[in-house]
């Protein structure tokens, strides 16, 4: 009996589609894959009609590949991700058209995400230097009943309504957002030596009061500092900083986001590569006690004490060492609200802890850099973005160049 042709073809087919995924295999075997960018989704949000989305990312680290994370976690639900394009961005919306590559998961161009539920793609074979702005384009066939974003981007997200424009080498003038949608992280296949620090916090560490499409955040200036010293260029920076989040408690406005003890596996220890953490955290556990009405809110010094030593614990249970940093001076802010005399005791007795706890592996002292000689329960106006909450480009600059990279250099041995 003969074969028909269509079973021949069929076949022809098959093996097509088997040596297009073996490539991408073939590099995840043999890759050593460490974050690079990240951004924390934090919260639910609006609801989207079928449309483009194009992001701009900026590894902090250079590789030989690509490969990137998407999210429904907020979803309500199932999310399908029509076509994902990855390409080198040119200026604006406008990218590198020799550069574009479809971007597949398990080999497949679609793909669709159970609510809830996130998706690593296949790699993508794309070398990239340290700080090259990269464009991800993603296609929404039927929306988004609940799209899941991080809320403080800090950098244009283009949106094209209705079609899918996921290779189109500029997209036509439209909407734009600043917020983060459903791209969580960055990853690059790099050097065996390459290494990650996990800078996790809240709006402080989000960049809130840094100047908009300057990547100017203070760990967008801690890995500036890390490129500069070819002893420290294998070590990524990535940030799951969550502007109005707290240690202790969930979202809850005007906080927002899964409590760090909630979020710390995803937003931190499960990322590949990762050797070190900077902890900058607790502000918003003291502040929300006289915001919020709730007992859970109203939390002590010592309780966020004890959420530190936990987030410790899980650390180090997984060979990651913590930087603790001190919370920096908020006097003169009225957002949430102005910190009575009962905040900045809590807010010193939490800071005295961490200097002096012995708990942390290694202590930068924010506060000391930060705040006024003057008036040391405020920030030093030239550091102030105008809020006296949130520092500004130079602030943040200051804050980056206070660490310690001695350390850094110790624990590469």
């Given at each position: 009996?003969?074969?028909?042709?269509?079973?021949?073809?069929?076949?022809?087919?098959?093996?097509?589609?088997?040596?297009?995924?073996?490539?991408?295999?073939?590099?995840?075997?043999?890759?050593?894959?460490?974050?690079?960018?990240?951004?924390?989704?934090?919260?639910?949000?609006?609801?989207?009609?079928?449309?483009?989305?194009?992001?701009?990312?900026?590894?902090?680290?250079?590789?030989?590949?690509?490969?990137?994370?998407?999210?429904?976690?907020?979803?309500?639900?199932?999310?399908?991700?029509?076509?994902?394009?990855?390409?080198?961005?040119?200026?604006?919306?406008?990218?590198?058209?020799?550069?574009?590559?479809?971007?597949?998961?398990?080999?497949?161009?679609?793909?669709?995400?159970?609510?809830?539920?996130?998706?690593?793609?296949?790699?993508?074979?794309?070398?990239?230097t340290a700080f090259e702005e990269l464009a991800v384009s993603v296609y929404l066939p039927h929306g988004a009943a609940t799209s899941t974003i991080h809320s403080v981007g800090?950098?244009?997200?283009?949106?094209?309504?209705?079609?899918?424009m996921t290779a189109a080498a500029t997209l036509p003038t439209g909407d734009t957002d600043d917020s983060r949608y459903f791209l969580s992280d960055v990853e690059v296949s790099?050097?065996?030596?390459?290494?990650?620090?996990?800078?996790?916090?809240?709006?402080?560490?989000?960049?809130?009061?840094?100047?908009?499409?300057?990547?100017?955040?203070?760990?967008?200036?801690?890995?500036?500092?890390?490129?500069?010293?070819?002893?420290?260029?294998?070590?990524?920076?990535?940030?799951?900083?969550?502007?109005?989040?707290?240690?202790?408690?969930?979202?809850?406005?005007?906080?927002?986001?899964?409590?760090?003890?909630?979020?710390?596996?995803?937003?931190?220890?499960?990322?590949?590569?990762?050797?070190?953490?900077?902890?900058?955290?607790?502000?918003?556990?003291?502040?929300?006690?006289?915001?919020?009405?709730?007992?859970?809110?109203?939390?002590?010094?010592?309780?966020?004490?004890?959420?530190?030593?936990?987030?410790?614990?899980?650390?180090?249970?997984?060979?990651?060492?913590?930087?603790?940093?001190?919370?920096?001076?908020?006097?003169?802010?009225?957002?949430?609200?102005?910190?009575?005399?009962?905040?900045?005791?809590?807010?010193?007795?939490?800071?005295?802890?961490?200097?002096?706890?012995?708990?942390?592996?290694?202590?930068?002292?924010?506060?000391?850099?930060?705040?006024?000689?003057?008036?040391?329960?405020?920030?030093?106006?030239?550091?102030?973005?105008?809020?006296?909450?949130?520092?500004?480009?130079?602030?943040?600059?200051?804050?980056?160049?206070?660490?310690?990279?001695?350390?850094?250099?110790?624990?590469?041995?």
């Amino acid at each position: 009996m003969h074969a028909s042709p269509l079973k021949y073809a069929a076949a022809g087919v098959l093996l097509l589609l088997a040596a297009a995924i073996a490539p991408a295999q073939s590099i995840a075997k043999d890759a050593h894959w460490v974050a690079a960018w990240a951004a924390a989704m934090d919260s639910p949000g609006p609801a989207l009609p079928a449309q483009t989305l194009r992001q701009i990312v900026r590894p902090s680290i250079a590789g030989s590949n690509v490969r990137i994370r998407l999210s429904n976690l907020f979803g309500t639900a199932p999310l399908t991700l029509g076509a994902v394009h990855l390409a080198r961005r040119a200026d604006g919306s406008a990218i590198q058209p020799a550069s574009d590559h479809v971007v597949t998961f398990g080999g497949k161009p679609v793909v669709t995400l159970a609510k809830g539920d996130a998706v690593l793609s296949d790699p993508v074979a794309l070398p990239v230097t340290a700080f090259e702005e990269l464009a991800v384009s993603v296609y929404l066939p039927h929306g988004a009943a609940t799209s899941t974003i991080h809320s403080v981007g800090n950098q244009t997200v283009y949106i094209v309504l209705g079609r899918d424009m996921t290779a189109a080498a500029t997209l036509p003038t439209g909407d734009t957002d600043d917020s983060r949608y459903f791209l969580s992280d960055v990853e690059v296949s790099a050097g065996a030596d390459a290494r990650v620090i996990v800078a996790i916090g809240d709006s402080i560490t989000d960049g809130v009061g840094s100047t908009e499409e300057r990547n100017a955040r203070w760990p967008d200036a801690l890995a500036a500092r890390l490129q500069a010293d070819p002893k420290l260029a294998a070590i990524a920076v990535v940030n799951a900083g969550v502007a109005g989040n707290r240690i202790l408690n969930d979202a809850d406005k005007p906080y927002r986001g899964p409590s760090t003890l909630n979020r710390f596996d995803r937003d931190a220890l499960d990322k590949p590569g990762i050797r070190w953490i900077v902890l900058l955290q607790g502000g918003n556990d003291i502040s929300a006690g006289e915001v919020l009405t709730s007992a859970k809110a109203k939390v002590s010094a010592e309780q966020i004490i004890q959420g530190m030593k936990t987030l410790i614990e899980c650390a180090h249970a997984k060979g990651v060492k913590v930087i603790g940093a001190t919370l920096l001076p908020k006097g003169g802010t009225t957002f949430p609200k102005a910190p009575s005399p009962a905040a900045e005791a809590k807010r010193q007795a939490v800071n005295a802890w961490i200097r002096g706890g012995g708990a942390f592996d290694a202590v930068v002292d924010f506060e000391r850099v930060m705040r006024d000689p003057a008036q040391p329960d405020r920030l030093l106006p030239a550091y102030d973005s105008g809020d006296h909450l949130h520092p500004n480009d130079d602030g943040y600059r200051a804050m980056a160049a206070a660490i310690d990279l001695g350390f850094l250099k110790r624990e590469q041995r």
